[in-house]
Antibody
Framework: EVQLVESGGGLVKPGGSLRLSCAAS????????MNWVRQAPGKGLEWVGR??????????DYAAPVKGRFTFSRDDSKNTLYLQMNSLKTEDTAMYFC??????????????WGKGTTVTVSS | DIQMTQPPSSLSASVGDRVTITCRAS??????LNWYQQKPGKAPKVLIY???SLQSGVPSRFSGSGSGTDFTLTISSLQPEDFATYYC?????????FGQGTKLEIK
C-alpha cells in the first residue's frame, strides 16, 4: 500500500525550531516531487512548498510566509522527506501534511497525502 | 501570487441534489486547476485534475469544467458521503495556491 507517514510534530515556543519527517512506504521517492501543505486549526489548506526529485535537480520552492525560515530536504536512501522549521511563529501552528506530486503531461497535482502531524507554536 | 476565490464559503444541499461549486483565479491559469475533497479530521483527496480529468477511483458523479479564470466542480447527485469541504488549487505557477474552501452541508 502506498503510504506517507509524517512525524516530529509537537509544542514549541515562538522562535524555536522543529524538524518534521515524512516516511514513504509502498513506493520509492527517488523520482517523486514532494510537497508540504499545512492547515491551521479551523482554516483552509495552505501550500508550504515543494522539493523536486534529485534527477530533476532537487530544486525547492517555498511559499512567501515560510521562505527563509523553512528548509526542505530529502534522504532518498531512507525514503524520507524532511521539513526543518526555524524561527517559528504562532501563525505556523497547523497540521502539516506531506504529499506526492503527480505529473501527467504538463499537469501537476497532489495525489498521495499523509495523515499529517500537528505543530503548535505557543509560549 | 495567484489568488483563488471560492464563493460561497458554505453551501446547503440535500441528498440527490445537483450541486455546483465555483472557483475563480485572479489571472488566467489555463486548465491548471485541481479539486480536492476534505472530510473532518482527514487528509484531502484529489477528485479532479487539469480542470476536468477525473482521478482514478473517484465516482463519475463528480465532474469539473472551466478554463482561464472560471471553474466549476459539479456533483450530479449528492450522496451522504459527499458532505465535506471542497478546495480548488492552481498549479499554473511555481507557487501553488488553494481557494479558501467551500463547505457542503446537509440541508
Amino acid at each position: 500500500e502506498v503510504q506517507l507517514v509524517e512525524s516530529g510534530g509537537g509544542l514549541v515556543k515562538p522562535g524555536g525550531s522543529l524538524r518534521l519527517s515524512c516516511a514513504a512506504s509502498g513506493f520509492t521517492i527517488n523520482n517523486a516531487w514532494m510537497n508540504w501543505v499545512r492547515q491551521a486549526p479551523g482554516k483552509g489548506l495552505e501550500w508550504v512548498g515543494r522539493i523536486k526529485s534529485k534527477p530533476d535537480g532537487g530544486a525547492t520552492d517555498y511559499a512567501a510566509p515560510v521562505k527563509g525560515r523553512f528548509t526542505f530536504s530529502r534522504d532518498d536512501s531512507k525514503n524520507t522527506l524532511y521539513l526543518q522549521m526555524n524561527s517559528l511563529k504562532t501563525e505556523d501552528t497547523a497540521m502539516y501534511f506531506c504529499t506526492t506530486e503527480r505529473i501527467t503531461g504538463s499537469y501537476y497535482y497532489m495525489d498521495v497525502w499523509g495523515k499529517g502531524t500537528t505543530v503548535t507554536v505557543s509560549s | 501570487d495567484i489568488q483563488m476565490t471560492q464563493p460561497p464559503s458554505s453551501l446547503s444541499a440535500s441528498v440527490g441534489d445537483r450541486v455546483t461549486i465555483t472557483c475563480r483565479a485572479s489571472q488566467s491559469i489555463s486548465s491548471y486547476l485541481n479539486w480536492y475533497q476534505q472530510k473532518p479530521g482527514k487528509a484531502p483527496k484529489v477528485l479532479i485534475y487539469a480542470a476536468s480529468s477525473l482521478q482514478s477511483g473517484v465516482p463519475s458523479r463528480f465532474s469539473g469544467s472551466g478554463s482561464g479564470t472560471d471553474f466549476t466542480l459539479t456533483i450530479s447527485s449528492l450522496q451522504p458521503e459527499d458532505f465535506a469541504t471542497y478546495y480548488c488549487q492552481q498549479s499554473y505557477s511555481t507557487v501553488y495556491t488553494f481557494g479558501q474552501g467551500t463547505k457542503l452541508e446537509i440541508k
